[in-house]
């Protein structure tokens, strides 16, 4: 999938980072809070702990996403005291949050996971869904939710790759007397099967005309649903929007109308896919970024 995630602990990536810091002697200070940031002949920066001044400024300080590891607004305040345009803020790589009657069906499911294909917003996602006593995650949904919109609905394929009416027809040939249940459970998990059997009305699927096993075949591949919203940004893995990439230069990120200021990671209008585009993204970025100063 040319995703590429770390094979051992994520202290590891740390340390390597913190090495190439000390390599080229970097003064890494930490536990100062930030208490206000001007700009005269160069940047002052003016925290709890002292004061510092530079003629360049990197903002690095991400966007809301996991409030409890420190994530705060303060990229966004900052951007718009230097009169930078911000892009539409919201959660991304996001579980998604359902009511009534799906939810209740969702709760009854919750550990179940299979692969499906989610579609939304004209993007596709093929990876695995997991059912949870909110709604649904897992890849394939934390990837769709970036596209998602309130009152848009997402159609969920649980079948991918199978004709699903095909398939139940055919178990209606070989075993007639099975219950339509014990067909379903020779396609998805056996939660979900009884579940969808006890929905579309359980019985020998022999007694099933071909008609009735194609609509639920149809809905199998088109499991239409409507999401309430998303789990916000304390179960988000990233933020969409930010800084608007137009005030930026493609090449080094620095701020066009403000000399010596430079925007990365996610504090700018850049989202990546799951499997770690959004770290490569703030790595990449950053490098840019120092290689311009």
Request: hydrophobic residues 45%; neutral net charge.
């Amino acid at each position: 999938m040319g995703q590429l995630f770390c094979d051992g602990s994520a202290r590891a990536v740390v340390r390597m980072l913190l090495d190439e810091c000390a390599a080229v002697s970097v003064d890494v200070r930490v536990g100062h809070r930030v208490q206000d940031v001007g700009r005269a002949e160069s940047f002052r920066i003016e925290t709890d702990q002292g004061n510092f001044s530079a003629p360049a400024l990197v903002l690095a300080t991400g966007g809301l996403s996991i409030p409890k590891m420190g994530a705060t607004g303060f990229a966004h305040d900052l951007a718009r005291r230097f009169g930078l345009a911000l892009t539409e803020i919201r959660p991304a790589l996001v579980p998604l949050a359902f009511a009534g009657a799906d939810l209740a069906l969702m709760q009854g499911l919750s550990g179940v996971s299979l692969e499906i294909e989610a579609a939304c917003g004209g993007r596709r996602f093929r990876e695995a869904m997991l059912f949870t006593h909110r709604g649904l995650s897992g890849p394939a949904i934390l990837q769709i939710s970036t596209y998602w919109r309130e009152e848009m609905a997402i159609e969920v394929d649980l079948l991918p790759g199978t004709d699903a009416a095909a398939a139940l027809i055919a178990g209606k040939r070989a075993r007639p007397n099975a219950e339509l249940r014990t067909v379903l459970a020779g396609l998805l998990p056996q939660r979900l099967a009884q579940a969808l059997a006890d929905r579309f009305g359980d019985g020998p699927i022999g007694q099933m005309r071909d008609q009735a096993l194609s609509v639920i075949g149809a809905e199998l591949k088109s499991w239409r649903l409507l999401p309430t919203g998303t789990e916000g940004y304390a179960k988000a893995e990233v933020t969409r929007g930010g800084v608007d990439t137009a005030g930026l230069s493609q090449s080094t990120l620095a701020v066009k109308s403000v000399a010596g200021l430079f925007v990365i990671g996610e504090a700018v209008d850049v989202t990546g896919w799951l499997g770690g585009y959004n770290f490569q993204w703030a790595w990449s970025s950053g490098w840019c970024a120092g290689q311009a100063i």
